[in-house]
Structures are given as C-alpha cells and as structure tokens.
C-alpha cells in the first residue's frame, strides 16, 4: 500500500486543469497537465480512489515500461521481450488498446494488433499456450501509448471508461457523455450547493444527473460494481472495501439547490425521467415538456446550460433558429447565466449577445465551443458580437 507509483489519467480536451485540481483533492501528488492527460503519482490507494471519485477521469492508467520504437517490427519485438508475466497468466483474458500521435506507426488499430500478437508469442514459445484475447469483456487491458518514437505499455485500471456510470438505461439521440457533462458544470462554475441549474433541451438528462450527483457528494464510482484493478494480482479487497465505505458516508442528503430540465421532445422526457429515477434522483429533479424557443423560465434565476441540437437534427433554417435561442435568451431569462455549447461554431455570432467566455471543446469526434453569456435584467445595457 505504501509503494508509490506513477499514473496517468486521461481525460477530454479542456478539462485538464480541473481534473488535475480533482486528482490532488484526492490525495494524488506531482500532477502535471498534459494534452487530455495529467500525470500523477500515488499509492494504490489513491489509485482506487481516482477510480472511485473522479468525474472527470476517462480512464486511470498505471505504466509498466517505456522504449524507443523505430517501425512496426521493433514495436512487436520490443513487445516480444516484455516480461508480460508480472501482470497476466494463461488463464486471463485480455484485450489491447492503443493510441498514437505523429508515430512511425501510423495505425493505432495495427499498433493494437502488432502487440497482442507479440504477448501471444512470447507464451506460446514459453508454455506452449496463451492466454485469450476477449474484446468486450477482457479481465486486462493493456494500453499502448505512441508518441512519436516514444512508446509506452500501461494497464487500465478502470476496465470500462470512468464515464460509463450505469444509470442510463436509455442514451437519447445525441447524448453527452457523463465526463463531458461533469465538464460542462465545471466549466459554468455552478455552485452545486446554492445554485439553481436548468438545463432546457435536457435530452436524456445526463448533464442534470451529473449535477445532482455533485449536489449529493456522490462519487460516481458508487454506480460500478467492477473496475479492472480487481483482477490484477496486487488487488487489495480491504483497501478496496474501506474506500467504498468511505465514499457512502460522504454522501450528504440532498441541498436546496434547485434542478430543472425540459425538452421539446415528450419521449426524451421520459426516457431522461427513467434514466434520472435510476440514478436515485427522481425527486430531486424536475423535468417538463417545453420548447426553448419563446419559452419562459420555469425556476428561478441561477446557472443555464444549453446543448444545442447539431444542425442535421434542426428541423427549418439553421440562422434562424440561432436567433430565437439568443431572443428568446434576451427577452425571458434575465438575471441567468448562460452557456451555450454548439458543435455549429460559425453560427453562434446569430445569437446576438456577446459572449463573457469562449472555450473550444472535443466532445468525442466533435469540436464544439462553449459559450458564456451575462443575461441582464431590462434596463441594462446588452452588446452584442
């Protein structure tokens, strides 16, 4: 428990220096920021508690070994020559994950390839088996790291993606991933404590469940029953089991913050009011079947977060349909802040007020920017872009 190791954390676009301030509020320490990473180092224990309290984390690795790679036939060779055995027997399942950055290899789906074959080599010259290579369900995971010539093989200690958190039985159309909506509050600087927060084209509620979860001090990991730390060899079930205690008794009943979410589409209202009902919510949250445009407000002022449909998925002109959320924003939310995030960049100037705050974000494949807006009352001067 005492042994300290160097980790990695790995996140989306834009989120790093939160991630870094939630990693050291857990007990990590040399946290560096990197591109949709922050480095760290702790013991297990603070491993299973980055895995346990993380909003923001996609995955927490631990490296093994790092080389130098020249080509394809050097990544398999060096691979080759691991000394795999220290982390996986015959009797493990496996899978193989790898990403690259301007590396000589230019596949990081070959990449993939490339080492579990050399891993199946090595154990078959070795004991004349191997061990099987399961892709949906694998007991370890490998991640192979290339940048540039630098190659580094780490395990997954998370198993599934942090973001994957369970409650959502229905994912909705275009739906946010938890991380990216965890993110997004971060982002807002809503205060889960006093602060009420709407989410006006709600979908299938993931960014309201997020926020209930932070107004609950619920660790998102509660939601997980299994991690890939569990089949490591080193695992500590005590640790593991104090921590998950620990984490219980952190979770407060619920404050007086108010929630509310309404979408135009009476279906995605019901299938984010069973997602939210999954996550123990039900009625904490407040949900209605509204259209944005021309609407009026159905709480009080506080923090508004809008996730605006790509514009494949916007019935009629797109401008015009820009407008009316920036009029309808002006003329019935004053006294709100406001964030829009669109995917539709060049057209969010057709909102019409100037912006406090720009941030480009990666939502996946998708380059968005969040926009924020000071809603004044009438009466107050509004500039526009």
């Not at 990473?37 to 013991?43: L, P």
């Not at 398999?76 to 790898?98: P, R």
């Not at 593991?240 to 007086?256: C, D, G, L, N, Y």
Request: aromatic share 10%.
């Amino acid at each position: 428990m005492t042994d300290t190791y160097k980790m990695l954390a790995l996140t989306q676009a834009g989120l790093e220096p939160f991630l870094k301030e939630e990693l050291m509020e857990i007990g990590a320490t040399q946290c560096q920021e990197g591109i949709r990473e922050v480095e760290f180092e702790g013991t297990l224990q603070t491993m299973y508690r980055a895995n346990m309290y993380s909003r923001l984390a996609v995955r927490i690795l631990v490296p093994i070994t790092s080389f130098e790679i020249e080509d394809e036939t050097s990544l398999y060779e060096q691979a080759k020559a691991f000394n795999w055995n220290q982390y996986l027997s015959l009797n493990d399942t496996f899978n193989v994950e790898a990403a690259q950055v301007d590396s000589p290899v230019k596949s990081s789906r070959f990449a993939g390839f490339r080492v579990k074959d050399a891993i199946v080599d090595r154990f078959r010259e070795q004991f004349g088996k191997r061990p099987f290579v399961e892709e949906r369900h694998p007991e370890i995971i490998i991640h192979v790291m290339l940048k540039e010539r630098q190659c580094t093989f780490s395990l997954d200690s998370s198993g599934m993606p942090l973001s994957w958190r369970s409650y959502r039985a229905n994912r909705g159309v275009a739906p946010l991933n938890e991380v990216f909506a965890a993110g997004l509050l971060k982002l807002s600087g809503w205060d889960p404590k006093s602060e009420t927060l709407y989410d006006p084209m709600t979908g299938s509620g993931t960014l309201l469940i997020e926020a209930a979860l932070m107004a609950a001090n619920s660790a998102p990991g509660l939601f997980r029953n299994k991690f890939g730390f569990m089949n490591w060899r080193n695992f500590e079930p005590g640790i593991w089991r104090a921590i998950q205690r620990e984490a219980r008794e952190k979770v407060t009943s619920f404050p007086s913050t108010q929630l509310w979410g309404a979408d135009i589409d009476s279906r995605a209202v019901q299938e984010a009011r069973e997602n939210i009902r999954n996550a123990g919510f039900g009625s904490n949250i407040l949900l209605k079947e509204q259209d944005f445009i021309n609407s009026k407000p159905v709480c009080e002022p506080g923090v508004m977060i809008l996730d605006l449909p790509l514009a494949k998925d916007i019935p009629g002109d797109l401008d015009e349909f820009y407008r009316s959320v920036g009029s309808t924003m002006k003329l019935h939310y004053p006294g709100f802040r406001a964030f829009i995030l669109s995917a539709d960049r060049r057209e969010l100037h057709q909102i019409g007020l100037r912006p406090s705050s720009k941030t480009i974000l990666y939502n996946g494949k998708l380059t968005s920017q969040l926009n924020g807006y000071e809603l004044y009352h009438k009466g107050k001067e509004e500039t526009t872009e």
